[in-house]
């Protein structure tokens, strides 16, 4: 399925994909910046939610909602939309089924920007005859983009349980536990 697509193009990082049931290979994928003002951006969104929703997609519908409202906080000066997506170009015509992972990321008036919503493609996560995932290191590779641009302020995520190793594999660290919730995570400034 084809959709009108105007992200802006970031970069081309790579990641592996299954070459074989055993071995994976780099593959360059695309990172794009979505706009809520475009209107094929926010079908290809639409489209996106419906496929993984019904797949077990667990923060897609906040994704896409705040995306398409613009709902942020008081407090945000900028709220930032990526997808990772194994299309190479023409995001004129980016394939909604080709969106691998979407994050969004919001820059704050505080001293703290805040990763508010990620999540892969649940559908890629199993394929058939058990072999595990398509592709590894989506939610990796967008949380290191973040990481790299955004470096002035710390960054904050409220983890959800079953990701809170992930986060902290990437460097993220847990304040004490007796002041605050055990799912607050923060990536340190190192200025």
């Known amino acids: ?25 780099q593959t360059p994928v695309s990172l794009v910046e979505l706009d809520h003002n475009d209107k094929n951006d926010v079908k290809a969104i639409q489209q996106t939610e419906k496929s993984w ?27 930032h939309f990526y997808a990772l997506t194994s299309q190479k ?5 980016l394939q909604s089924d080709k969106i691998l992972g979407v994050m969004q990321f919001n820059e704050t008036s505080d001293k703290v920007n805040e990763i508010k919503w990620l ?6 996560q199993k394929l058939r005859g058990g072999y595990g995932r398509e592709y590894k290191n ?38 004490a536990k007796d002041t605050v919730n055990q799912f607050y995570l923060f990536f340190r400034h190192k200025g």
């Open 138 to 175: 989506v939610g990796k590779s967008l949380v290191k983009y973040v990481l790299n641009t955004y470096n002035k302020k710390d960054i904050f995520v409220q983890s959800a349980y079953r990701a809170i190793n992930f986060y902290k594999k990437l460097g993220a660290e847990q304040p």
């Open 53 to 79: 929703f019904g797949h077990g997609g667990v923060y897609i519908e906040q994704f896409s909602r705040d995306f398409e409202k613009q709902l942020l906080e008081e407090d945000v000066t900028k709220g």
């Open 119 to 124: 999540e892969t493609n649940p559908k890629s």
């Open 1 to 25: 399925m084809s959709v009108n697509f105007t992200a802006n193009l970031i970069s081309h990082p790579s990641i592996p994909k299954r070459a074989s049931a055993v071995h994976y290979k």
């Open 89 to 93: 170009d023409g995001f004129d015509k």
